[in-house]
Nanobody, 129 residues
Framework: QLQLVESGGGLVQPGGFLRLSCVAS????????IGWFRQAPGKEREGISC???????????YYADSVKGRFTTSKDNAKNTVYLQMNSLQPEDTAVYYC???????????????????WGQGTQVTVSS
């Protein structure tokens, strides 16, 4: 059974950066789509990024408008790990961040939480001066 564990969250000042990791165990991530989500207090869970395979050799990365140009997701199949590099962080980015794994799908479906069956426990990101 696929299990996901996020890490890398913390407290950062506005304009700063963090890199989140999502490590998978129990199964390979090679053929899954991996989504990044966040949930701030009192708000719905928001899909912010996803990465999936177009075929055996190429993959796509897709971003919500709220993070496009600031966040980058990447995948290391050898380490069974997906990363979320977050730059130019702002207070509105404060939330619990989750990674999730699901079957292959197309953009923008990969930003919809109900597509995913496996979720990590989340990691807190706080942006504050």
């Amino acid at each position: 059974q696929l299990q996901l564990v996020e890490s890398g969250g913390g407290l950062v000042q506005p304009g700063g950066f963090l890199r989140l990791s999502c490590v998978a165990s129990g199964s390979t991530l090679d053929y899954n789509v991996i989504g990044w989500f966040r949930q701030a207090p009192g708000k719905e869970r928001e899909g912010i990024s996803c990465i999936g395979s177009n075929n055996r050799f190429t993959y796509y990365a897709y971003y919500a408008d709220s993070v496009k140009g600031r966040f980058t997701t990447s995948k290391d199949n050898a380490k069974n790990t997906v990363y979320l590099q977050m730059n130019s962080l702002q207070p509105e980015d404060t939330a619990v961040y989750y990674c999730a794994a699901g079957p292959p799908t197309v953009q923008p479906m990969c930003l919809i939480p109900r597509h995913y069956g496996a979720w990590g426990q989340g990691t807190q990101v706080t942006v504050s001066s």
